[in-house]
């Protein structure tokens, strides 16, 4: 079992089964399954409860938004992160008074929700309308003090964006958790961004010498132009950037991996990058684009 000099994070992924209380029952036995081998961290898919509903405009969506702490998925995420002692990703669709955003809570064990994050970079495209139910997150880049240590947190398409992982780095965070909506573009047939979707985090990887680990949704959901198939994939990446875990594109499962909270904190201060940064330098990397 792990000691807490040990980083243990579990990554599960699933398709969703039409109900909210089907798409919770599997969550729960894949998280007990992944705690069974030692991990103490698990991350879940984006916005577990319900269909990838962005695919279209449809204001009946906004009427499945939760405030904080209220919900089905909240009570139960908040119970088993108690009854297993572990720390627990929850993402989900947040209503706080006229706004909605789409939210990742975390919860660790005894210690109850740490608070949540909401997602800072929002998608707006083909079957990806997220524009239309979510405003951008106004929590700012977060990681959580964990028992497990200090947890970054991004939502899908925060991963691509190399200056989210710097900023989690640079608080201290020790891993870095991207809950995952993503797979096909019915607007783009021939398009399959797989394997840019997991180089990218495994670049946030190398740069900042810190685990990162991405849960995604599988199977094909309804939707236009044939809906989205979702293509898991989910992997945890070390501090190097190699695939040590990686789950398929068409079954659910679970995935473990353990790492040397020492080391990593070794590696880290030997590498270098955050120590030989230039920050006077990057002034163009905090104002808005234009031809200079």
């Known amino acids: 079992?792990?000691?807490?000099?040990?980083?243990?994070?579990?990554?599960?992924?699933?398709?969703?089964?039409?109900?909210?209380?089907?798409?919770?029952?599997?969550?729960?036995?894949?998280?007990?399954?992944?705690?069974?081998?030692?991990?103490?961290?698990?991350?879940?898919?984006?916005?577990?409860?319900?269909?990838?509903?962005?695919?279209?405009?449809?204001?009946?969506?906004?009427?499945?938004?939760?405030?904080?702490?209220?919900?089905?998925?909240?009570?139960?995420?908040?119970?088993?992160?108690?009854?297993?002692g572990v720390v627990l990703s929850y993402s989900f669709f947040e209503k706080a008074n006229q706004s909605y955003f789409n939210s990742l809570a975390i919860f660790d064990g005894d210690r109850g929700c740490h608070g949540i994050y909401r997602k800072s970079h929002i998608p707006d495209g083909p079957n990806y309308e997220e524009k239309f139910y979510f405003t951008p997150g106004d929590t700012g880049l977060r990681v959580f003090d964990t028992s497990q240590g200090k947890i970054g947190v991004g939502v899908c398409w925060d991963?691509?964006?190399?200056?989210?992982?710097?900023?989690?780095?640079?608080?201290?965070?020790?891993?870095?958790?991207?809950?995952?909506?993503?797979?096909?573009?019915?607007?783009?047939?021939?398009?399959?961004?797989?394997?840019?979707?997991?180089?990218?985090?495994?670049?946030?990887?190398?740069?900042?010498?810190?685990?990162?680990?991405?849960?995604?949704?599988?199977?094909r959901e309804d939707g236009p132009g044939g809906g989205i198939e979702f293509y898991g994939s989910s992997f945890i990446a070390d501090s190097s950037g190699e695939l040590v875990y990686a789950l398929g594109r068409d079954d659910p499962g679970y995935i473990v991996a353990h790492f040397d909270r020492e080391q990593l904190a070794i590696d880290r201060a030997n590498w270098g990058f955050l120590r030989d940064r230039r920050p006077e330098l990057y002034r163009r990397l905090v104002s808005p684009a234009r031809k200079r």
């Open 159 to 219: 991963q691509w964006f190399p200056e989210v992982a710097r900023d989690l780095a640079l608080q201290g965070a020790e891993c870095i958790l991207f809950p995952s909506a993503i797979g096909s573009e019915p607007s783009e047939p021939g398009m399959d961004s797989r394997s840019r979707w997991q180089k990218v985090m495994q670049g946030h990887a190398v740069a900042n010498v810190i685990p990162v680990a991405a849960s995604n949704r599988l199977g």
């Open 1 to 84: 079992m792990p000691t807490p000099e040990t980083l243990s994070i579990g990554v599960i992924q699933l398709q969703n089964t039409g109900t909210v209380a089907g798409n919770l029952q599997k969550a729960e036995t894949l998280i007990r399954d992944a705690v069974s081998k030692g991990a103490r961290i698990v991350v879940s898919p984006e916005l577990i409860e319900h269909p990838y509903f962005c695919q279209q405009e449809d204001p009946k969506w906004f009427l499945t938004a939760n405030e904080v702490g209220e919900g089905e998925g909240f009570s139960f995420f908040e119970r088993l992160s108690k009854e297993l």
